[in-house]
């Protein structure tokens, strides 16, 4: 898979700075090769860096620097909102999750990053879900 089409949910951006190693390793791996994260992704990396890591907003803006440079960002649009709404309904999937989706749908990505969706699921027949913490020997 290319980095091209590939979607970074938060939860690969947190655990750049988690206390766990093996997963700050991979999520910089993966993120090092570039990829997309929507807007939803930076404005809830910001929320919980703020408030469960404890970073300063400087903290936090620092931190997005170098994901921004090798992230292309994809932008919360009205079209993504009603399609986020629309993958909510079908697929049962929170409305924050639901706006990931639909912006990585958005940018023809191929994959989706994530530990907070069903691995293996395929969202409108084009977006496969692969956690990527997930030994696959």
Do not use: W
Request: proline share 2%; charged share 30%.
């Amino acid at each position: 898979m290319s980095a091209a089409e590939q979607f970074f949910d938060t939860n690969v951006l947190i655990y750049l700075f988690s206390g766990d190693s093996s997963k700050a390793d991979r999520a910089e791996d993966i993120l090092s090769k570039g990829g997309h994260i929507g807007v939803q992704v930076l404005n809830e990396f910001a929320s919980i860096a703020t408030r469960k890591l404890k970073m300063s907003h400087a903290e936090v803006r620092e931190a997005l620097k170098p994901i921004r440079e090798v992230c292309t960002v994809t932008p919360l649009t009205e079209e993504t909102h009603e399609r986020g709404l629309q993958l909510a309904e079908r697929y049962q999937l929170s409305i924050y999750d639901a706006m990931i989706a639909a912006s990585a749908l958005e940018a023809r990505c191929k994959t989706l990053l994530s530990e907070d969706f069903q691995d293996g699921q395929v969202i409108d027949r084009t977006l496969r879900v692969r956690n990527p913490f997930v030994d696959r020997q």
